[in-house]
């Protein structure tokens, strides 16, 4: 006697018979030459188209993710999506920060190197996509984990292998960028305690379509033979891969990048001038004479000995400005550049850091305002290079700096000009002083508090070019600092700002690095006044004038 095998309505029909009969017989057979073109032709995208990506694509992609396998079936996937400019525009200016620190670990030559590689895509890819694991459940609690406690970290990375193959399916380019610190990344995004990111997904239609991996193409490695990381039974040493730690050129914005592209000339002829080329051509501001901003102002903290000049030099230098006759002014008219000289404090020595703040409150907004108004007043001129003069503004600047980035005296004072070693124990103490009275809370308001009056107008001045969709070079630290403050208060200022030169001060590196920028000059200038930045501003528009008149190729 017979019985047909009971068959459950919902699962798997499927007997044990039928799977030995053909254990085969569960294959996509029609499905496995899509399946295979589609993982040969996914690629790590860098350069994006900025066209919308409609709704419903995006939902089938974050689909695919959420379909991804989990340990215990946990799903401890979350998906963040991004859209908002001012959200990307401060991820793009952290992974710029990120950038130029490994860049900052590695041989001089090694570095180089990496910065000539493109490694994200941030402002230009219309969406953003951070996935984030909730690891707030107990390892213990969730089945598997509590052998493998980061099997959860792991299924979020198959999501994101999900979501790369969705996307490049449908047409859609990813690029996966993990140069960030984690904890700024959380904070950005708001995420609770326990929740952790996995990086930022770029996400859009691609301006590249790459034939096969591009630090494979750019020559950095190669695809290991399959054999080469394939064991059988137990581990058998092979040598190791060499690791290549990258990090990307900052963000392009497609339209400028396109014409880039028409110019008959290998893609990144001009080296870090190209990134910086591709960055303000994309703004909304740049062609014309340009202009010398130069703000001077007395500091009271001179009374401290931190400075070989008497202060009266500042007073001095400003009269030479204005009659076209000082470093700054003449170089100026040499590159073709307006001059236009601030008065932000000369002769009116305030709060001396130690026991009083630089500015009071009325005093800051006041100077703050008069660089907007002034800095308004530019916008169209071309771009504005950015000059200080201050007796004692290096002891100033070096204080605000510590604390906008959280460090102490010793990693910012540097000598200044003409300064012996007594003079620089001074300065030493002074900035750690000054930091002691303020607190720790300090960076809210560095300008007002440590810094001085050039720095306030300077603020202001960085603050409405950038509004305006103008450029704004930057000269040494003080310059540097004032803009470091401006980005504190609008991220998105950061994409309008060229590191016209590194100083020979020792904050200046670590400020610049926090702005994400690498200077166009590395001459040692220690000369105020923006002599850096006139000759900086010289060169890009030497280099604007180029792109302009160089041949352009025919697009197909």
């Known amino acids: 006697m017979s019985y047909r095998r009971p068959v459950p309505t919902i699962g798997d029909p499927s007997s044990a018979a039928e799977r030995a009969a053909a254990p085969d017989a569960w294959a996509l057979r029609d499905d496995l030459a899509s399946l ?278 500042t007073a001095d230098v400003a009269r030479a400005t204005r009659e076209g006759a000082s470093m700054g002014a003449v170089a100026a008219r040499a590159a073709g550049l307006d001059v236009e000289l601030i008065d932000a404090g000369i002769g009116c020595s305030r709060g001396d850091l130690v026991t009083a703040d630089a500015l009071d409150e009325t005093t800051y907004a006041g100077l703050l305002a008069l660089g907007r108004t002034r800095g308004t007043a530019l916008v169209g001129a071309g771009p504005v290079a950015l000059g200080e003069i201050g007796v004692g503004n290096t002891t100033v600047a070096a204080a605000v700096a510590a604390a906008l980035l959280g460090v102490s005296a010793d990693e910012v004072v540097g000598r200044g000009s003409s300064a012996d070693t007594a003079m620089l124990e001074r300065k030493r103490d002074v900035v750690t002083r000054a930091l002691l009275r303020v607190g720790p809370r300090a960076a809210n308001d560095a300008v007002r508090r440590l810094g001085g009056g050039e720095l306030a107008v300077l603020t202001g001045v960085v603050l409405a070019v950038a509004e305006a969709g103008g450029v704004v070079v930057l000269d040494g630290l003080a310059t540097s600092v004032a803009a470091l403050a401006a980005v504190r208060v609008e991220p998105a200022v950061a994409a309008h700002l060229v590191a016209g030169q590194r100083s020979r001060e020792k904050a200046h590196a670590l400020v610049l690095r926090e702005l994400g920028l690498e200077p166009l000059l590395d001459l040692r200038i220690r000369a105020g006044e923006g002599v850096g930045a006139v000759l900086a501003t010289g060169l890009l528009k030497d280099a604007l004038a180029l792109r302009r008149g160089v041949a352009r190729t025919t697009r197909v």
């Open 36 to 313: 295979e073109r589609v993982v040969g032709a996914r690629r790590d995208i860098r350069r994006f188209r900025p066209d919308r990506v409609p709704d419903d694509v995006l939902t089938a992609v974050l689909t695919a993710g959420h379909r991804g396998p989990s340990v215990g079936h946990s799903q401890p996937w979350r998906f963040v999506v991004v859209t908002e400019a001012a959200t990307r525009d401060t991820a793009a200016l952290m992974a710029d920060r990120c950038r130029l620190r490994q860049a900052a670990g590695m041989a001089e030559e090694s570095a180089r190197g990496l910065l000539d590689l493109r490694l994200e895509g941030i402002r230009e890819a219309p969406v953003g996509v951070v996935v984030a694991c909730d690891r707030r459940t107990p390892a213990a609690g969730v089945l598997g984990r509590a052998t493998f406690p980061d099997a959860d970290l792991w299924s979020c990375a198959a999501a994101i292998e999900n979501i790369w193959l969705t996307a490049r399916a449908h047409g859609l380019g990813l690029g996966w960028v993990t140069l960030f610190e984690p904890a700024e990344l959380a904070d950005l995004l708001g995420l609770p305690d326990g929740v952790e990111t996995l990086g930022w997904l770029c996400l859009g239609w691609p301006d590249e379509r790459p034939p096969e991996p591009g630090l494979e193409r750019a020559g950095w490695s190669r695809r290991l033979p399959l054999e080469q990381v394939v064991m059988h039974e137990r581990w058998t040493e092979r040598d190791a891969p060499t690791s290549h730690l990258r990090a990307p050129e900052p963000a392009d914005v497609v339209a400028a990048r396109d014409r880039s592209d028409d110019l008959l000339t290998v893609p990144g002829s001009l080296g870090a001038l190209d990134t910086v080329l591709d960055r303000v051509t994309a703004l909304a501001v740049v062609d014309g004479p340009g202009t010398l901003v130069v703000a001077a102002a007395d500091h009271a903290v001179t009374a401290y000995g931190i400075s070989a000049f008497d202060p009266s030099v």
